[in-house]
């Protein structure tokens, strides 16, 4: 994945795959050597959407329905996998007293048990987004410090990786380790 503003993406996209080649493994430092381009690209905007409300009148928005970020992480994954998990203890909980499972209360719960978790998710992914945008070059050196920390202390890696899988909140209970 190659990451480009706009402009550059129409520049790029305009390249044939020989001048594109070259603007790839400069773009790479050549850090992955020669590199070769095959035929047939594609471009994805970069985006992030997020509704006001993540459920109303009998219906709950889950995974990219309920929010749509750039492939970083896995983010928009375990976003999901996390809306479906709280959904179902919503559910449960109100099933299990004998409550409409589609209720306005139901829903409710449900909303505001996904909002800081996908606007924490989505500011921080925006945050990185921007920064492999910028041409700034003390935010490409903190980038890369960070890359390069991230790759050769394994012990903060896998605390950046708990990060990225966790919730800001406590995690909904079909996502929590069980009990043998």
Same mark, same amino acid.
């Not at 509704?51 to 309920?66: C, H, T």
């Given at each position: 994945?190659?990451?480009?503003?706009?402009?550059?993406?129409?520049?790029?996209?305009?390249?044939?795959?020989?001048?594109?080649?070259?603007?790839?493994?400069?773009?790479?430092?050549?850090?992955?050597?020669? &590199?070769?381009?095959?035929?047939? +690209?594609?471009?994805? %905007?970069?985006?992030? @959407?997020?509704?006001?409300?993540?459920? $109303? =009148? /009998?219906?709950?928005?889950?995974?990219?329905?309920?929010?749509?970020?750039?492939?970083?992480?896995?983010?928009?994954?375990?976003?999901?996998?996390?809306?479906?998990?709280?959904?179902?203890?919503? &559910?449960?909980?109100?099933?299990? +007293?004998?409550?409409? %499972?589609?209720?306005? @209360?139901?829903?409710?719960?449900?909303? $505001? =048990? /996904?909002?800081?978790?996908?606007?924490?998710?989505?500011?921080?992914?925006?945050?990185?987004?921007?920064?492999?945008?910028?041409?700034?070059?003390?935010?490409?050196?903190?980038?890369?410090?960070?890359?390069?920390?991230?790759?050769?202390?394994?012990?903060?890696?896998?605390?950046?990786?708990?990060?990225?899988?966790?919730?800001?909140?406590?995690?909904?209970?079909?996502?929590?380790?069980?009990?043998?």
């Amino acid at each position: 994945m190659w990451v480009s503003a706009p402009k550059e993406v129409e520049r790029l996209m305009a390249m044939g795959d020989d001048e594109l080649s070259e603007a790839a493994e400069r773009q790479s430092h050549s850090i992955f050597g020669r &590199v070769t381009v095959e035929p047939g +690209r594609h471009v994805f %905007p970069l985006g992030i @959407e997020q509704p006001r409300q993540f459920a $109303r =009148a /009998r219906i709950a928005l889950v995974g990219e329905a309920a929010h749509v970020v750039p492939p970083i992480g896995a983010q928009g994954l375990n976003l999901g996998l996390r809306d479906v998990a709280t959904l179902a203890d919503c &559910v449960s909980t109100a099933m299990a +007293r004998g409550g409409d %499972p589609g209720s306005d @209360e139901v829903l409710s719960a449900y909303d $505001r =048990a /996904r909002k800081l978790d996908v606007l924490t998710r989505t500011l921080g992914i925006d945050l990185l987004s921007r920064s492999l945008l910028s041409g700034f070059l003390p935010i490409q050196a903190a980038r890369g410090i960070v890359s390069y920390g991230l790759n050769a202390l394994p012990p903060l890696r896998r605390l950046v990786m708990r990060i990225g899988m966790e919730p800001p909140t406590e995690l909904p209970s079909l996502m929590r380790p069980q009990p043998h």
